[in-house]
């Protein structure tokens, strides 16, 4: 018993440092995007490139890895996960260029995917129903902890140091890691359904999003109406639709589409998509908003960046004590409507209001997050058989991280749009004050449709999956 429970707690450990981990890489660099810019002589739209090659890697082979684990087993997959991310950091510390610093990121994402889908999976394979309100909240949390502290502490080493620590400091986060899996038991390897990996369909995923995402970045520089925009257009349309046919189709799809059958699934599913939509555009657009239109120096920025994560952390440990008063349902809708609120004060900022209004914006969004995501894992997984968690996180987390990236496309493309597609930075010159309260209304619309799919997911009793599937 005493091994079993310590094996729980090295596995809770684990999943927070991974968690955090890839969460904290996917924003840490939002704030030195302008000097990344500067420092290669590259456009803002090329730049990003450096955020977009880790998200579309992430989303692309999500579901597949979510599939290892049934292969291998959990303790081995941590392990390669870490070992993979460890070594793509070492190598983006040392990248010589910008090309370079994307193709990296890109294989930092390998080993970061690997470690998130693992997390909420293994949470529902090897804890008991009275552990998994803990595991959920802390899946889902650390890596949102992480997301928003990233900005926070990119800008703090940055107003210190090279951009190139934001990686380095990454290497004992993955030794401590390491040392943490190899100290712990097998984590048995799934025998139920064994499926190849599925290379086909990560490449026709991957394939798509990336057009769809190049002609969504490169549009506001090459036009919209130009031949290179219209085919990758039409190119990424055919292969997501020949995608999908594919997944439901083929008998070794990874991509296990067929659980957006589930209505209570299906509901969550969405809803945690446009909520990370939402908060993937924030967190790219407000250290700009802070540094480039409120004048807020580099290192304030990351000081008032880090109400978010802290809100967050400080209410993590109320987590379990407000599941056991609150269903998920009203966890999730009470979290929605924060979301609405602070998108609400944060329409009231104007070019003279104090930073006061913005940390409190910030500050409920991460109560706010505190109680959405852990709810919506923690309603749209319960549905679905044991043997089935390991896919039905990979499609949550592939959404997740869709969200994310779309989030970023968007709201770049937006201040693009109002910048001129040559600039590396915002300006209260170029880019007025009114772009951001034009996100704001995005960001509220966002949250609403959420909302939409939190009631959809409460209509009705959870259908478990049929036995066929």
Not at 35 to 63: C, D, H, N, P, R
Not at 177 to 186: D, H, R
Not at 212 to 237: D, M
Not at 323 to 348: C, H
């Amino acid at each position: 018993m005493e091994t079993h429970t310590r094996n729980h707690a090295r596995l809770l450990a684990v999943i927070s440092l991974s968690g955090f981990l890839t969460g904290f890489d996917y924003t840490a660099l939002t704030i030195a995007i302008p000097k990344l810019g500067q420092e290669f002589q590259s456009t803002y739209s090329i730049t990003s490139w450096v955020l977009l090659a880790y998200a579309l890697i992430f989303a692309s082979f999500a579901m597949p890895a979510g599939n290892l684990i049934r292969i291998f087993g959990g303790r081995k997959l941590l392990m390669a996960g870490f070992l993979i991310y460890a070594v793509s950091s070492v190598c983006c510390t040392l990248a010589p260029g910008i090309l370079s610093l994307a193709l990296f990121r890109a294989l930092q994402a390998i080993g970061g995917v690997i470690l998130f889908v693992s997390g909420p999976a293994l949470v529902r394979l090897h804890m008991g129903e009275d552990a998994r309100g803990l595991g959920y909240g802390i899946a889902a949390l650390a890596p949102t902890i992480g997301i928003f502290s990233g900005p926070a502490l990119g800008a703090l080493i940055l107003s210190e140091l090279s951009w190139r620590w934001i990686f380095v400091v990454n290497l004992p986060v993955c030794l401590v890691g390491i040392s943490i899996v190899a100290l712990m038991s097998p984590l048995r390897a799934s025998n139920v359904g064994k499926k190849q990996f599925d290379i086909p369909g990560s490449l026709m995923l991957l394939s798509g999003l990336g057009l769809l995402v190049f002609a969504l970045n490169r549009g506001t520089e090459l036009g919209w109406a130009s031949h290179y925009i219209l085919i990758a257009f039409a190119i990424s349309a055919i292969n997501l639709v020949v995608f999908a046919v594919w997944e439901l189709r083929s008998a070794r799809a990874a991509f296990e589409l067929r659980l957006l059958k589930v209505a209570v699934f299906r509901n969550g599913a969405f809803a945690i998509f446009l909520y990370l939509f939402l908060y993937g555009g924030l967190s790219f657009s407000f250290p700009i908003f802070l540094n480039q239109i409120k004048d807020v120096d580099i290192a304030t920025v990351g000081w008032i960046m880090s109400v978010q994560p802290m809100t967050i952390l400080a209410t993590t440990f109320g987590v379990g004590t407000i599941a056991a008063v609150l269903s998920s349902g009203w966890r999730a809708g009470i979290g929605v409507a924060l979301i609405v609120a602070s998108m609400a004060l944060a329409l009231q900022d104007h070019r003279a209001t104090g930073l006061w209004l913005v940390s409190l914006v910030l500050f409920a969004l991460g109560l706010a997050q505190t109680l959405f995501l852990p709810a919506m894992l923690e309603r749209s997984l319960e549905p679905i058989k044991q043997e089935r968690a390991a896919q039905a996180t990979g499609v949550l987390t592939t959404l997740r991280t869709m969200g994310q990236l779309f989030g970023v496309v968007v709201f770049e493309t937006i201040l693009s749009s109002r910048v001129g597609a040559d600039n590396t930075q915002v300006t209260p010159t170029h880019g007025d004050h009114l772009s951001f309260l034009s996100l704001f209304w995005l960001a509220m619309l966002v949250a609403l449709l959420a909302g939409v799919c939190v009631l959809a997911q409460n209509v009705g009793r959870p259908k478990s999956l049929s036995p066929e599937l």
